[in-house]
């Protein structure tokens, strides 16, 4: 069983280590991995501002994060990613019921 404090922790020290992204990205969980004691995957999603933050460094994180928590968890992680202009015009996030856990 994966506890959701061990997942928030992992997930912030690891977008922490990306200095470069660190002040200009937010990151949402949802789905199994927030409610289920047994979650089947981790999902993601990362809202980045595209005036402050290379799209490669998001790319490279996301990679980074997807490895990391496969790694450390076993199970499949998909991680979204959003442009803030994206994710202000786009209902996903609330219908997801995602929760902001960094930034």
């Known amino acids: ?3 959701i404090d061990t997942l928030i922790t992992f997930i912030r020290t690891s977008v922490k280590k990306n200095s470069e992204m660190a002040g200009g990205v937010k990151v949402y969980v949802f789905g199994s991995a927030f ?3 047994s ?3 981790v999902d993601l999603v990362i809202v980045y501002n595209s005036s402050t933050v290379n799209v490669d460094d ?3 994180c996301r990679r980074r ?3 990391e928590l496969s ?3 076993g199970l499949p992680t998909d991680i979204c990613l959003l442009n803030e202009k994206e994710a202000q015009s ?3 996030l609330i219908n997801e019921g995602a929760v902001l856990i960094y930034g």
Do not use: I, T
Request: net charge negative; glycine share 0%.
């Open 1 to 3: 069983m994966m506890e």
């Open 35 to 37: 409610w289920a004691h």
């Open 39 to 41: 979650p089947q995957d």
């Open 58 to 60: 998001v790319l490279s």
């Open 65 to 67: 994060l997807q490895r």
């Open 71 to 73: 790694d450390k968890f």
């Open 90 to 92: 786009n209902p996903f």
